[in-house]
């Protein structure tokens, strides 16, 4: 048995296992008969719409071997949205430009205070409804552990709990095929098996083709799992293949254990014409597989 490894980033229609039948939580409703309000907080403004005024990440990530990254769950999808007076900082400058490869990401989110926008928001789209609700510190977060109610490729609606829709977003969808096959093994016993090797590493997935960025995360740990020794992160276009150049790999040992993260990111500005700006909106799918440096 190997030593759990933390999930270094926080998927996907990859069929890694087969998704438990989890209910949905009966706190959630699923069908909305409420009207949506037409009437603005406040006038909207007649100046050019400028900056960006909140973020919202639609997140959904599938581990291959919930057991080796010391998950519960196999499937969690997130909807985190935050709003706030405008600024030119954007939330998602982490995420390398394609063609290029990093060895260092942080994440930086602007400084500034959150807007309160009631106790929650909510997401509509056609007779689903997602509601967040607001954290301690003034975000509005929900996450749950199916993909079932995932309403692919769609429009959803935000509003508050007066039920005016003040902005809106479009989901996405993922992918249903991984390479190399063994980064899906599912039981920590034969987990770790697909080859990463240090001459360089390539990866497939499929379907692909969408105008949006693609990017896979190598998180290189020890052999028993107890250490992290280090990661790189690479971007491209959605091709369906992507090449870790060995010049990022050729350093670790042999059979260091690695955890594979791919993910399809759309980033978007939708207009919040509220307050005459723009909200950045990240949907994001990620696979966690496992391999060995080799």
Sequence with gaps: ?????????????????????????????????????????????????????????????QVACPACMGESNEVTVELNARFHEKTFDIYTSHIPDQGQCTQSITQIWPLLTLMDMGNQIKAKANDSVI???????????????????????????LSREDNYEFASFTSFHGFDSIEPYELRYVDPSYAFAAPIYRSGATFWWAPYGTNTTFTITLAVYS????????????????????????????????????AVHMARHKIELVPWEEQNTYLETHMEWEVIGTGHIE
């Design 131 to 157: 509601y967040a609700n607001r954290t301690n510190e003034n975000n509005y977060f929900y996450a749950w552990y199916t993909d079932a109610s995932y309403i692919r490729d769609t429009v959803h609606s």
């Design 1 to 61: 048995m190997r030593y759990l490894l933390p999930l270094l980033l926080a998927c996907t229609e990859v069929s890694i296992n087969k998704i438990p039948d989890v209910p949905v939580d009966s706190s959630t409703p699923i069908v909305d008969t409420t009207e949506p309000s037409t009437e603005p907080a406040v006038e909207p403004s007649t100046e050019p719409m400028e900056g960006i005024g909140g973020y919202v990440h639609y997140y959904l990530r």
């Design 223 to 258: 052999s028993d799992g107890s250490s992290l020794l280090g990661y790189v992160v690479c971007a491209g276009g959605d091709s369906g293949m992507m090449t870790i150049p060995g010049q990022y790999l050729s350093s670790y040992p042999v059979w260091s254990l690695v």
